[in-house]
């Protein structure tokens, strides 16, 4: 069974920094897009971060600048490190590993982890 461990969420005053990691040992993580999700109103999954398998980059626009997200093909895991902050940052941040180019059935998800910003 393919299992997504994230870690790394907590309460953080404004400003401060966290840095998440989803680890994704059984999944085609060298061929899979890696994201981070955050759980929206009518909960729904928005993208914060993507890198392709290629290293390709993608944020949203409330997170450029603040965010890094990165990949580690060796360690099969995903980083978002979060600086600057801001209590609308708060909600729970999903990892996903979609490997659907080369495997139709290959999307999955962790579990999420709490991330909270505030004083």
């Known amino acids: 069974q393919v299992e997504l461990v994230e870690s790394g969420g907590g309460l953080v005053q404004p400003g401060g920094s966290l840095k998440l990691s989803c680890a994704a040992p059984?999944?085609?993580?060298?061929?899979?897009?890696m994201g981070w999700y955050r759980r929206a109103l009518a909960n729904q999954r928005v993208l914060v971060a993507a890198?392709?398998?290629?290293?390709?980059?993608t944020y949203a626009d409330s997170v450029k600048g603040g965010f890094t997200i990165s990949r580690d093909n060796a360690k099969n895991t995903v980083y978002l490190q979060m600086n600057s902050l801001q209590p609308e940052d708060t909600g729970v941040y999903y990892c996903?590993?979609?490997?659907?180019?080369?495997?139709?059935?290959?999307?999955?998800w962790g579990q999420g982890t709490q991330v909270t910003v505030s004083s």
């Open positions: 996903n590993a979609d490997g659907r180019v080369t495997d139709p059935e290959s999307n999955y």
């Open positions: 059984r999944t085609p993580f060298s061929t899979s897009a």
């Open positions: 890198v392709s398998s290629g290293g390709s980059k």
